[in-house]
């Protein structure tokens, strides 16, 4: 975009963000190094993580699926909507499909910012926002059986 | 004489098992049909579907279908998906 | 602590959180790690990065310096009141002291809780935290001359 | 006769700059002495910190002295600490 003195001015979008939907371990460090800029004072991140209980019983594997195109939308949907909510400069969100091990990352955002606020809320906005919408499922293994899982806050988002 | 369509429908997860695998199913449906349509079309074919039917979105081409929104109609080559409560993140 | 039917319970406490100011390159992975845990769902993480401008001016380097033992006393007292408020599982809290480059990492923060809301509440009371109270300064040398910064944070909280 | 006793005074960033780089003091002061006047005697000795001082908070034994509070006593062996508004994170 041009500022008001002609100067064509850079400035970051979310056609620069990283979005990535991978059935292999997330990288974090490249995810972090992407976000990096020597312009932004903070970064801040988010990860979801498998766990190895749901209400008492042990899980054994959990399997992510993704309806893929569409959840490639939804995300640079949301990295939109939180570039036009708080002052970002980079951002990335990658989300791993496939069989995830316990304790191994699903989900990773990363979001920088020139003031810590932003960075901060922008995160918190964007795992809400992908557990609302993104069509990405979880199904955990148990020892005597399976489910898939339905995140509450797509749940109440449908509700008609 | 309504003109033939052709689209293409996406079941995930849970609606997929449901269908007893089947993933992806080409409907040919007359021009002029809606997304709710196209849906029961579906769940005739697949009736072990209609235990999720009610917790089942859709989605049009990548956009999900608005249920209080008028009826949308669906094009020659258009996508569908029937998309279970998701669940990543 | 002795649960009520005489079992010990282990309770992740303070005492094993992760504290360290050193005057060398923050390791991001290893306090990752430090935090995962298989029975939470959450990791939030911030990190400070020195930035290449302030109010227009270039900075061409940041020096950090830290009164040790209290700044440790004090960030233990963070993660203390941090796990007050919110249910938390580890939590590891990394300052960088001596030359920091341009866009590196001079604080690093990382939680990890069940829930996500514990962690990404938790992460921003620890950074907003260490600004008010941890004794450690931030010298920024420019081409002209140098400052002392001074967090607004502390300012406030200090105004008699 | 008041016994004499001795606290570690130590100064930081700014502080120690404009103390000429002096980082550490050992202060022989009276016994009955509070931090104030322990603060007192540093900015006589170091003149140069006075134009600083409004802005210095202490710490004694790693805990910032309150300066509403009452005062406090400081006893043989105290670390004093002179604290320039602080800049981390």
């Known amino acids: ?106 989900v990773f955002i990363a979001v920088s910012s020139i003031h810590r606020q932003d960075a901060l809320k922008a995160c918190q906005f964007v795992i809400d ?27 109440t988002r449908n509700t008609t | 004489e309504k003109m033939q369509i052709r689209v293409r429908a996406q079941l995930f997860a849970h609606a997929r098992e449901l269908a007893g695998g089947v993933s992806e199913v080409s409907l040919e449906v007359d021009d002029g049909w809606t997304t709710a349509q196209c849906f029961e079309d579906i769940l005739t074919r697949f009736p072990a579907l209609k235990s999720l039917a009610s917790c089942l979105t859709l989605a049009l081409n990548d956009s999900y279908v608005d249920k209080n929104a008028p009826p949308i109609l669906v094009r020659d080559g258009d996508e569908l998906a029937l998309i279970p409560p998701i669940s990543g993140g």
């Open chain 1, 129 to 155: 926002e992908i557990k609302a919408s993104v069509p990405i499922w979880k199904k955990e293994i148990y020892n005597n059986g399976e489910s898939w899982k339905q995140n509450s806050e797509f749940l």
């Open chain 1, 1 to 106: 975009m041009a500022s008001a003195n002609g100067k064509v001015v850079e400035e970051e979008g979310v056609e620069d963000d990283v979005v990535e939907i991978k059935e292999k371990p997330l990288d974090i460090m490249r995810y972090m190094d992407a976000v990096r800029d020597s312009s932004a004072g903070a970064i801040a991140t988010f990860s979801g993580t498998t766990r190895d209980t749901f209400e008492g019983q042990e899980v054994l594997e959990l399997r992510y699926e993704a309806y893929e195109t569409m959840a490639y939308r939804e995300l640079r949907k949301i990295c939109q909507a939180a570039r036009e909510r708080w002052e970002l400069k980079r951002m990335a969100v990658a989300h791993r499909t496939g069989i995830v091990p316990i304790g191994q990352e699903s």
